[in-house]
C-alpha cells in the first residue's frame, strides 16, 4: 500500500509538471509576434469635405489592432487605433491628435484636438 502511495504521488507530480512546461511554450510562441506589424492594407481612399479640403484614409491590421493612416492636405501622415465602436456601430479610431469616426464607402467626421469636426465624403468622379 504504502509503494502504491508514493508511486500515485510520483506520477502526480511528473504530470503537473508538464502541464506547465506546455503551458510556459505556448506563451512564448505567443509573445513573439510582432505588436507593431502591418498586415492587410487596403488602397487609400480618397475624401473630400465641403469646403474642398481633402484626405487620403488608409485602413489596416497593426498587430491585432484595427488601424487607419490618415494624410490630410500638406501635413504628416496620422496613424489611428480602433478604441471603441459609434452608436450607428462605425469604428472610432483615435490617437493624442485626432479622432476618426467613419466606415469604408461612406466617409466619416475628423475632429481634432480643439474638437473642430470636417465631414469628409468620397470624391465625386467626374468623366
Excluded: H
Excluded at 456601430?89 to 491628435?97: A, I, L, S
Aim: negative net charge.
Amino acid at each position: 500500500m504504502k509503494k502504491l502511495v508514493i508511486f500515485t504521488f510520483a506520477l502526480f507530480l511528473a504530470t503537473g509538471c508538464a502541464k506547465e512546461q506546455t503551458a510556459s511554450s505556448m506563451e512564448t510562441a505567443v509573445s513573439e509576434k510582432d505588436p507593431n506589424e502591418v498586415s492587410l492594407e487596403q488602397t487609400p481612399i480618397k475624401l473630400q469635405s465641403e469646403d474642398g479640403k481633402t484626405v487620403s484614409v488608409t485602413y489596416f491590421a497593426k498587430g491585432e489592432d484595427v488601424a487607419v493612416k490618415i494624410v490630410k492636405d500638406n501635413e504628416p501622415e496620422e496613424i489611428l487605433i480602433a478604441k471603441k465602436v459609434s452608436s450607428k456601430g462605425d469604428p472610432v479610431f483615435t490617437n493624442e491628435k485626432l479622432m476618426w469616426e467613419g466606415s469604408i464607402g461612406t466617409g466619416g467626421k475628423l475632429t481634432d484636438v480643439a474638437g473642430n469636426v470636417t465631414e469628409y465624403r468620397e470624391k465625386e468622379v467626374t468623366k
